[in-house]
Each structure stands twice: as C-alpha cells, then as structure tokens.
C-alpha cells in the first residue's frame, strides 16, 4: 500500500483531481466520452456509437447521462467518496425516460441489490477497458494524461480496496493512518462505517 500512496503523492494528475475526489473521475470520463465517443463501450458493451452521442453531467441529479441516437439513455453513477444508495438508484430507474442501462462505479463492489438494468463496475475493471482506448486518442497529451489517469486508478484501487479488504469482518482502522497521506482515509472511514 506504502508504494502506492507513494506514487499518488507524487501525481500531478492525482493531485489535481483532489479538489473533488469523485466530480474530477466523472468529468473525465464524461469529456472520454463526448470526444472520442467509443469510449462509451467501456461503460456499456451494447451501446450504439454511430452518430453521436449526447453526454450531460448532473443531469436530472446523475452523474453522467449518456444518449444515443435512438434517445436510449444510459447513467453512469460514480461511487467514490460516497456509498451506493438503492434508492437513488430506483429513482433514476424510475425518473429516466428510456433507461437502457445503468452503472454503478466504485473501489470494491457493492453488496447493495441493483436494479434490473443496472450493473456494477470497480475502478480496476474500468482501466483494464480504458487501456484498450489509449491509440484512439488524437492527441499525445490526451493520451499521456489517460495513461497516467489509468495507473492512479489502479494505485487508488490498491491502496483503498487491499485497506478495504484486508480489514474486512474486523474493527480496524490503522490502514486510515496511511490513507491520510493522500486524503483517502475518509473514504476507507466511510466504508468500514
């Protein structure tokens, strides 16, 4: 864990995303998308790409709401500094008009009971997509930057989630001591709550 939270200090990118530990991943992903609109399909395998898609954030209170040429719509709901609320998720399932498909993201997967359309995602699943979209990308800074986004998430997924893991079924809260150092000790307090 020391390593990664090492390796995140030292960051730009990680630093910068700090002001707002969960916005910066959605706004990432959201302007992924808008630009480069295969991207998608690191979110939702069946979602149609041809003809462009709609990419709104905080729309209708979600994270991110993606609409296909057809007027499909598909939410991203980005879990990090918070945790999964069933009923959050029922009221998109039920408010959004043509709901194809809804994710839920997050470190470690959710124990919480979806709805019929919706799926779990954890950060590590969401890079081993992302790295199969670096060459798409136009620019080299676009990609320099998505090849670093990627090993944070997988440093975050490391630091947090083995915390996470490695303290589970048990009242131990040592691992926040070291989380601090990259103000994640939060997050790790909030879900051992």
């Known amino acids: 864990m020391s390593d990664s939270i090492g390796n995140l200090k030292k960051s730009v990118v990680f ?4 002001g707002n530990k969960e916005l910066s991943h959605s706004n990432f992903w959201a302007f992924l998308i808008g630009e480069y609109n295969d991207i998608a399909r690191v979110f939702f395998d069946d979602i149609d790409v041809g003809g462009k898609l709609s990419v709104k954030r905080e729309k209708n209170h979600t994270d991110i709401l ?50 019929d359309n919706w799926k779990y995602m954890t950060y590590k699943e969401i890079t081993s997509k992302l790295c199969n979209y670096i060459n798409i ?31 589970e079924g048990v009242w131990d809260l040592s691992p926040s001591h070291e989380l601090s150092k990259i103000r994640f000790h939060d997050l790790f307090l ?4």
């Open 66 to 115: 993606i609409t296909d040429k057809y007027g499909n719509n598909y939410i991203i709901e980005n879990k990090l500094k918070s945790l999964p609320n069933e009923t959050q998720l029922n009221n998109y399932t039920n408010q959004i008009k043509n709901l194809k498909a809804g994710l839920l993201t997050g470190v470690i997967k959710s124990n919480l009971k979806l709805p």
């Open 190 to 193: 909030k879900y051992k709550g």
């Open 15 to 18: 630093n910068l995303m700090l």
């Open 137 to 167: 990308l136009e620019t080299t800074t676009e990609k320099v930057v998505l090849e670093e986004y990627i090993e944070i998430l997988n440093h975050i997924e490391e630091s947090l989630g083995n915390a996470i893991k490695q303290t």
